[in-house]
Nanobody, 118 residues
Framework: QVQLVESGGGLVQAGGSLRLSCTASGSGFTIKSMGWYRQASTLQRELVASFSADGGTKYADSVEDRFTISRDNAKNTVHLQMNNLKPEDTAVYYC????????????WGQGTQVTVSS
């Protein structure tokens, strides 16, 4: 069983920065991808940024020049540095980690609120 622990988030003014972190713990798994999704109150959950197993990254077009995802493989941790935040970035941010055990598992964190005031 994989557990995801998220930290970071909070309230910030437009133009400010926040950093999210997520750590995967457990045993007997191989991480296939790890990253962040977000969901605003009336919208579908969308990809923000993620790493694949080969180290490749994906970003949503809306954040590519403002957010940076990084990782610490030894600690099974990813960070999301969010700069120049905008009110439209307000959402619940969820860590996602796809792992292989004997089958592919899709794991979600509990979510952390990011609120950007104008």
């Amino acid at each position: 069983q994989v557990q995801l622990v998220e930290s970071g988030g909070g309230l910030v003014q437009a133009g400010g920065s926040l950093r999210l972190s997520c750590t995967a713990s457990g045993s007997g798994f191989t991480i296939k991808s790890m990253g962040w999704y977000r969901q605003a109150s009336t919208l579908q959950r969308e990809l923000v940024a993620s790493f694949s197993a080969d180290g490749g990254t994906k970003y949503a077009d809306s954040v590519e020049d403002r957010f940076t995802i990084s990782r610490d493989n030894a600690k099974n941790t990813v960070h999301l540095q969010m700069n120049n935040l905008k009110p439209e970035d307000t959402a619940v941010y969820y860590c996602n980690c796809k792992v292989w055990t004997t089958y592919l598992q899709n794991n979600w964190g509990q979510g952390t609120q990011v609120t950007v005031s104008s």
